[in-house]
């Protein structure tokens, strides 16, 4: 009876906002780096969210992000493999799918797989101008960047590098980063560490960001080594090994 239609509508209402919370709890604690408890709540959306809302699609998508930041590349595949999956043909999708192609670049970046994590990147960049996320677009043009230059083709990772101004002002050092790893793989040794220094000492660096640190701390380091530096490129060496844990 009436009784007993109230009674789900309240449950109903009672699940749909312990998802809102939950999914309001994944987005902070990753902007903090508290990647376990981020996850666990991201988990959560995931089992809570009615089957085939987009809520349960947004759940996998952060996921995959959040493996991806915690450096769990094999997690972040299987999450990004189900929303996929689940997002095909599905148009409430399209604002998630570029940041799940994003955490794909990144899981495959950290397993050393430099091409496919250049595919996925352009993938991730295209979808963000789609939705007219350019300070985005602006961030993966640094990951796209970084990779090319990794694998021999820093005239292409200039090609893609977006101006630093069109990057979110508070992010501008992934330029910089981007910057530091094209000057190296074209041998400006000097200009490479002028570079990487700006990008390791810019303030307020994002959690998530901290692997970017790393990179950039390792590419100093053999620049500095490169450049009979011994000392000073073994400081940078432990501060890459300390950003990297």
Known sequence: GGAALRGVVREVDRLANAVRVHAELAHA???QG???????HARR???LAPEGSSLRLWGYAKAATIAADMGRSALAHRFAAVYLSLAEGVPE????TPWVEQALGIACYQRGRYHEAVAWYRRALHGFARCGMWEQVAVVSSMLAFNLARIGRPEAARACLSDR???PPARAYLHDSALTAILSAEGKL???VRVGRQALAAPGRLAFDCADAAAVALLVAQALRALGARSE???????AARLAV
Not at 93 to 96: S, V
Request: aromatic fraction near 14%; charged fraction near 25%; hydrophobic fraction near 50%.
């Open 29 to 31: 604690r990753q902007q």
């Open 34 to 40: 508290r990647w376990a408890e981020a996850l666990r």
């Open 45 to 47: 959306v995931i089992a």
């Open 93 to 96: 999708a399209e604002p998630y």
């Open 165 to 167: 101004s069109e990057f």
């Open 190 to 192: 000097e200009q490479a």
């Open 233 to 239: 490129a073994t400081a940078f060496l432990l501060s």
